[in-house]
C-alpha cells in the first residue's frame, strides 16, 4: 500500500523551469527522508537531490547545484524539486526516493525533456 507518486514532468524548452511534485501514501512521510534521482538512456542512475526528515536539510549533485530546490511539506505529504535554468542535459526519467533506513520506496518516474 506504501508509495510514491511523482507529477508535473513534460517538455520544456532549455533555459525554462518545472516543478516535479512525489505525494506519499501509505507510511509516516515525516518519518523518511526525501530524495530526488535521475536516470537518462544510457546512464546509470544519479542521485540530485535530497532533503531530510527534519529541519529540511539539503543536498545536491554538483551537476545540478544552483539550479535545483528540493522542498518538502510534511502536512500535505509532499516532496518538490523546482528545476530552473534547465539544460538538455537535465532531460532524463525523475524518480522520487522515500527511505528511513528501515524500508524505502521508489515512485514510478516522470519524463522530463528539454529541448526547443
Known amino acids: 500500500q506504501a508509495q510514491v507518486v511523482e507529477s508535473g514532468g513534460g517538455l520544456v524548452q532549455p533555459g525554462g523551469s518545472l516543478r516535479l511534485s512525489c505525494e506519499g501514501s501509505?507510511?509516516?512521510?515525516?518519518?523518511?527522508?526525501m530524495e530526488w534521482f535521475r536516470q537518462a538512456p544510457g546512464k546509470t542512475r544519479e542521485r540530485v537531490a535530497s532533503?531530510?526528515?527534519?529541519?529540511?536539510?539539503?543536498t545536491y549533485a554538483d551537476s545540478v547545484k544552483g539550479r535545483f530546490t528540493i522542498s518538502r511539506d510534511n502536512n500535505m505529504r509532499k516532496v518538490y524539486l523546482q528545476m530552473n535554468d534547465l539544460k538538455a542535459e537535465d532531460t532524463a526519467t525523475y524518480y522520487c526516493?522515500?527511505?528511513?533506513?528501515?524500508?524505502?520506496?521508489w515512485g514510478q518516474g516522470t519524463q522530463v525533456t528539454v529541448s526547443s
Open positions: 526516493f522515500a527511505v528511513n533506513g528501515v524500508s524505502h520506496y
Open positions: 501509505g507510511f509516516t512521510f515525516s518519518r523518511y527522508q
Open positions: 532533503i531530510t526528515k527534519s529541519y529540511d536539510i539539503t
